[in-house]
């Protein structure tokens, strides 16, 4: 059961570099999210999509786009990036964005900018 | 959303019950109660979730008092694999409301 797939995994980027995360899960979830997690502390939300051709910024969207390309798949991009974006980031997918629909996340994306 | 206030760290003797307290003194009638972990930076971990009743699956039970202010996950035998971050995380209803995260407790479960 593959649930939702994060790539790469790891990433060394250069400050003003860009690139772009890769999230798919394959559980037919309409809700999709993107979280980031710097050391020793919790995750925060920076962009979300409630369903198929809608994004929404969290609580951290500077520095980052999103693009639902489609059911499956949920993307983050740095344009520019800057070495406070050093974190490890999360794609989550959920059935619905209500809170009684559990939340299922991926394994995590190391992203290191020097 | 209200907000939980959580110990930040808790030991437990392997095999023996982990009880991990949280505070949500602030909930509200339609905020659910959720507990995730995780372990070692790996993505969180879907434990269990309640609105008022306890609750109880193959991983842990939820006890949830009854004024709805405070709530207990129990991991009944505990295993050096659950060593982990646990937080409990309040979330309404409605549609759009994500998960937010706090510091969590740090459980050590220790031979």
């Known amino acids: 059961n593959a649930g939702v797939t994060q790539t790469p995994k790891f990433q060394v980027l250069k400050t003003g570099q860009s690139m772009t995360l890769q999230c798919a899960q394959d559980?037919?979830?309409?809700?999709m999210y993107w979280y980031r997690q710097d050391p020793g502390m919790g995750l925060r939300l920076i962009y979300y999509s409630a369903s198929e051709g809608t994004t929404d910024k969290g609580e951290v969207p500077n520095g980052y786009n999103v693009s639902r390309l489609n059911k499956r798949e949920f993307s983050l991009r740095l344009e520019s990036a800057a070495p406070s974006q050093t974190s490890v980031y999360f794609c989550a997918s959920s059935e619905g964005s209500g809170g009684r629909n559990t939340i299922y996340f991926g394994e995590g994306s190391w992203l290191t900018v020097v | 959303d209200a907000k939980t206030t959580q110990p930040t760290s808790m030991d437990c003797a392997e095999g023996r019950a982990a009880n991990l307290p949280c505070n949500h003194s602030t909930i509200s009638g339609n905020e659910y109660v959720y507990w995730y972990r995780q372990i070692h930076s790996q993505g969180p971990q879907y434990i269990i979730h309640?609105?008022?009743n306890n609750e109880t699956n193959e991983m842990a039970s939820l006890i949830i008092t009854e004024d709805r202010k405070s709530s207990t996950l129990i991991l009944p035998h505990a295993t050096l694999r659950d060593t982990a971050v646990y937080y409990c995380i309040v979330r309404v209803l409605r549609a759009g409301n994500m998960l937010t995260f706090g510091g969590g407790t740090r459980l050590m479960v220790k031979p």
């Open positions: 559980m037919n979830h309409n809700s």
């Open positions: 309640g609105l008022k």
